[in-house]
């Protein structure tokens, strides 16, 4: 008895019921990191396809692994997720009252694997599904299949069914945080009650417990071989982990802003900030006698009135001559001939055609 005391504390009756506001910026931290992830993948493998292409094409696997090993290091250490312990808080099963277990000793195992996977199969899922959808839905615009095809019959009706079934589970979540924030639901989600715990802030015991758990394991030490080898092979899985968890914790706020930075919505706002002016026509183009030079049709020298020879523009204004025809008015006016800008020999450009 005096054992399970020992990890026992007594917590204020209403004070470790974390607020709205951050279980939602928990739930929201993850869901930045994704596509963070996933935009940095995306430019390794467009630099360089034979070698990160493969890791594009199994990004989703391969996150929700690293995800799975991140998770189950937090849950066992920690008795939370990755964002839960960013915030500060902790998982404890339903029906714990005043008295609960601190961090460290971790969630009983039904509720552990319960939490587990719907941290990382849930989100995986429902990426998946969105991801089929889409293709669905390209494949119905372009699709081969003839119309009375019963394979096109079925995608359809599952597409015009998704919509109302992806408002259904997001009204879900909806009303199941309304109910939290008057005080009616004990869970901001509904995954944490099919998890069958609750969150709770950590106290100033959960704190000191666990930085005890983790002097005591980088300070722990033995003399058999095979508990130095177990003990190695810990000590690698567990600096991976903290390497990772501690990566995410620095680099958050970056993943964050890369996501924002290029969500759709942003790209428009600096393709609309950062595009470039239509120049105005040259000053003298609508002036005679400038614009009576001007032939009608486009391979012909303005100057000699025949098909050009050498092309050669001016940077000044653009127009096209014949190297020996625009080469001796510049050097004789020192301007150009169509629009009477200033020019010099230096404004001259040949053109190289595609036959060239």
């Not at 009756?13 to 990191?33: C, H, K, N, T």
């Not at 971790?106 to 996977?117: A, I, N, V």
């Not at 901001?188 to 802030?201: D, E, I, M, Q, T």
């Not at 625009?326 to 800008?341: E, F, L, M, W």
Request: hydrophobic letters at 40%; a positive charge; proline letters at 6%.
């Amino acid at each position: 008895m005096a054992e399970v005391g020992a990890h026992l504390t007594a917590a204020p009756a209403g004070g470790d019921r974390p607020s709205i506001f951050e279980a939602v910026a928990q739930d929201s931290l993850m869901a930045a990191v994704k596509p963070a992830l996933q935009h940095l993948v995306k430019v390794l493998a467009e630099s360089n396809p034979a070698r990160y292409g493969s890791l594009w094409r199994w990004f989703d696997e391969i996150y929700v692994l690293l995800d799975l090993l991140l998770q189950q290091h937090y849950l066992a250490r920690c008795s939370a997720s990755f964002s839960e312990n960013f915030y500060s808080l902790k998982r404890i099963p339903m029906g714990e009252g005043t008295r609960q277990a601190l961090a460290t000793a971790g969630l009983p195992k039904r509720q552990h694997w319960k939490s587990l996977l719907l941290l990382v199969l849930v989100p995986y899922l429902k990426g998946k599904l969105e991801k089929l959808v889409s293709s669905l839905r390209e494949e119905d615009e372009y699709s081969i299949h003839p119309p009375s095809s019963s394979w096109k019959r079925f995608y359809r009706a599952f597409l015009a069914a998704y919509p109302f079934v992806n408002m259904t589970w997001e009204g879900w979540f909806l009303i199941q945080q309304l109910c939290y924030i008057l005080g009616e639901a004990q869970h901001h989600s509904p995954l944490l009650r099919l998890a069958g715990v609750r969150l709770v802030r950590l106290t100033s015991e959960d704190i000191q417990a666990l930085e005890k758990k983790l002097a005591g394991a980088t300070s722990g030490q033995t003399h058999s071989f095979t508990s130095r080898v177990q003990l190695a092979l810990r000590k690698a899985l567990g600096g991976i982990a903290f390497s990772l968890s501690t990566g995410l914790s620095v680099s958050v706020f970056f993943l964050q802003f890369l996501d924002w930075w290029y969500s759709s919505e942003n790209q428009e706002t600096i393709k609309s900030l950062t595009a470039l002016p239509t120049p105005p026509p040259p000053v003298h183009l609508d002036h005679e006698p400038s614009s009576a030079l001007l032939p009608k049709l486009k391979t012909v020298c303005p100057l000699c009135r025949k098909i050009r020879v050498n092309a050669t523009a001016l940077s000044t204004s653009g127009f096209v001559f014949c190297y020996r025809c625009i080469y001796s008015h510049v050097k004789a006016h020192q301007r150009c001939p169509v629009t009477g800008y200033a020019t010099e020999l230096q404004h001259l450009v040949k053109l190289y055609s595609p036959e060239s």
